[in-house]
């Protein structure tokens, strides 16, 4: 039986039940499966299958909308039952609708039962009426980030009754001061409606507090995708499209995904997302004067690195897991499939968890956990591999898959497996196969192009060699162009709305 066994239910059999409401004129409200069925036929008829604006098909006689497009159920002070939800328009708009009756003699504990019910399916395990601090960047990609926020987003968060506390940066490092200061006891979760840097900031501003932790775990951060990569958005909420992304904010499950700590000087810094040297952070950091181009600037920034057949001398030193293609290919395997072995029983992976010691584990609520392998100052451990490039043309570490939309790069990353995944390839390559290589990200062969290795790892340090200055990227945002080290932080872990989850191999 379900949710209202308790309720005791005044009405005859057809006029309640514990999945249908029935609301006179003929209109009932059943929980279907996957659905809300409305038998309305003023709804139906509004709904019909329309082309080039005529009708089609038979007259329906109920609509279906499914739980996950319900943002909320309430009844009004006229004893009217609202319901809210949303629709897709043409281009993926994301548009909130309400359906609302009068409940006429339909007494109110059954119907708050049933809400109670509709709502359970709707969200099933995600937080309902999260409590968000959004910070919208007007600069963010082509600048259009207040008009998404208030037209695409604003309007479903207000639908599904979040409480919204709203701020539009006037000047960067404004992310970073925000969450170094921010309430976490006020806050579920933490909006960033802009490109992955005013996000890089959020990650950078809860590592800079003293319950860095804490703030890490206990608020989450969400990404509307308003820049022009959006890979935050591309891989927790499947889509780089500001409504949909809304809607997985709004309906996600929280998930940890792993941080990954990087020294250089004398800075510490945390990273979501990726580090890159060579083609790929040139065409990121060097094409800013061609943001106009929105995500074109990416492919007209590759394509001119693979003219000029640019390579990026450099020292890297690699603590390797997974050390070529066809063991990643089964590690990834192995995690999607939940197999145990991977996950010790606190669900840390035990390539990870093998690393630890009793004494360095943190306690929860403190902060930044200390670095494993040391920091750059230090001598690089003796297990490390250690190579020298000459002809270097890409350097690409991430901890997720997609990198834009139409990017994925790291087909095997899982994001929180306690690992890095790795990927070069020589900068030397004849142009013709250097493009077919760059045009496989788009077609998902990437991976399995000969010319890329692709490894698993848990911490490097890279030195860049013989060049005067050049581009080092975290997150897409610049770095000086001195060594860095990384290391995978399995312990660090901030939560997420995560939609999706895909299959890549
Ligand atoms: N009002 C503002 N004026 C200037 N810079 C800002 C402002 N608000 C935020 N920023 C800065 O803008 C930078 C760019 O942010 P973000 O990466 O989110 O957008 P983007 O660069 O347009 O996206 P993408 O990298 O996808 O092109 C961040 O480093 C942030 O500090």
Known sequence: MAESDSVALPLAPETYSDHVLTLG????????SDALVAKDKDLAKRNRTRFCGVAIGN????????????????????????????TEKRNAKIRCERLQYSLGN??????????????????????????AKVLVNPHAGPGGAVHIWETDVRPLFEAARMTLDVVTTGHGGQGTQI????????????????????????????????????????VAIAHIPCGSGNAMSCNLNGSHLPGPSALAVIKGVRTSIDLM?????????????????GIIAEADLGTENMRWLGAARFDVGVAQRIFSKKVYPCDFAIKVEYENKSEVRAHYKRIRNGEQGQKNEGGESTAAASLLTSDSKPEAGEGLPPLRFGTINDEVP?????????????????NMAWMAPNANFFSAACINDGLMDLVTNDGDIPVRKYIDLMT??????????????????????????NQIDGHISIDGERIPFEPFQVEAGWELEADRYQRLSYKRF
């Open 382 to 398: 003796d297990d490390w591999e250690t190579t020298s490039y000459d002809k270097l043309g890409n350097f690409y570490c991430g």
């Open 25 to 32: 004129k003929g209109i009932s409200l059943a929980l279907g």
């Open 179 to 218: 969450s170094e200061a921010l309430d976490i006891d006020a806050y579920d979760v933490l909006v960033v409606c802009s490109g992955d840097g005013l996000a890089y900031e959020v990650f950078n501003g809860f590592g800079k507090r003293a319950d860095a932790r804490s703030a890490l775990q206990k």
């Open 261 to 277: 700590s990087i020294t250089q000087g004398s800075r510490r810094m945390l990273s979501f997302l990726s580090q890159s040297v």
């Open 59 to 86: 007259l329906p006689t109920e609509i279906a909308l499914p739980y996950y497009n319900i943002l909320w159920a309430s009844i009004d002070n006229d004893n009217e039952l609202v319901i809210d939800y949303t």
């Open 106 to 131: 339909t007494p109110i504990v059954p119907a708050q039962a049933w809400i109670e019910t509709l709502l359970k399916r709707a969200y099933g395990q995600a937080q309902r009426q999260r409590r």
């Open 440 to 465: 496989s990200v788009e077609t998902g062969k990437f991976f399995d192009n000969s010319l890329v290795s692709y490894r698993k790892i848990v911490a490097y340090r890279f030195t860049p060699r």
